[in-house]
């Protein structure tokens, strides 16, 4: 099985920082990652799929790279509405999700 | 516009099974384009994928859930439902389903969900 590993668990910045979010996966997965963005209460979002492609609508603020085994996620300019728990996500070799970032206003 | 909407018992007794269904509206659950797929989240804990079915049938599973895990389609009713069996309290969780966007023959993501319903295990 296919582990992600998602660091920090939590994070708290000032709107207009910029935040980034890693993801490490157990072994190596290619670009065949997701990133999804979860709002207390709500369903999973998707924002970005094959490491590095932002879907239709998402705001150009949200960006991910990386290949192999290292990702990264990144907020270029935080804002209020991005308040939320962000999840990566593989499917090199079924499906996992790592555990989550839960990012909060300072 | 697509739309997801799950639906089934709030409350299972334990070591009974858990039954789901996902009903899909605004589109065809035939389309080659998509699979389908349920995923769950326990009371304040992260995500986990249950397995994901084609409108065809066939079906791959979550390796640490698939001795209890069926997943099966309807595309007369344009549903498809999850059945769980022998719960326990670990279970406890809401219950997404999903569509499985494939741009790329097995590149995908889960694109739309529906609202999620939250099951119960306890006696």
């Known amino acids: 099985d296919i582990q992600m590993t998602q660091s920090p668990s939590s994070l708290s910045a000032s709107v207009g920082d910029r935040v980034t979010i890693t993801c490490q996966a157990s072994q190596d997965i290619s670009n065949y990652l997701n990133w999804y963005q979860q709002k207390p209460g709500k369903a999973p979002k998707l924002l970005i799929y094959?490491?590095?492609n932002l879907e239709t609508g998402v705001p150009s603020r949200f960006s991910g790279s990386g290949s192999g085994t290292d990702f990264t996620f990144t907020i270029s300019s935080l804002q209020p509405e991005d308040i939320a728990t962000y999840y990566c996500q593989q499917y090199d070799n079924l499906r996992t999700f790592g555990g989550g970032t839960k990012v909060e206003i300072k | 516009q697509l739309q997801l909407q799950e639906s089934g018992p709030g409350l299972v007794k334990p070591s009974e099974t858990l039954s789901l269904t996902c009903t899909v509206s605004g589109g065809s659950i035939s389309s080659s384009s998509y699979y389908w797929g349920w995923i769950r989240q326990p009371p304040g804990k992260g995500l986990e994928w249950i397995g994901s079915?084609?409108?065809?049938?066939?079906?791959y599973y979550n390796p640490s859930l698939k001795s209890r895990v069926t997943i099966s389609v309807d595309t007369s009713k344009n549903q498809f439902s999850l059945k769980l069996s022998s719960v326990t309290a670990a279970d406890t969780a809401v219950y997404y389903c999903?569509?499985?966007?494939?741009?790329?023959?097995?590149?995908?993501?889960?694109?739309?969900w529906g609202q999620g319903t939250m099951v119960t295990v306890s006696s």
């Open positions: 079915i084609y409108y065809s049938g066939s079906t």
């Open positions: 094959d490491a590095s």
């Open positions: 999903a569509r499985l966007r494939q741009w790329l023959r097995f590149r995908d993501a889960f694109d739309i």
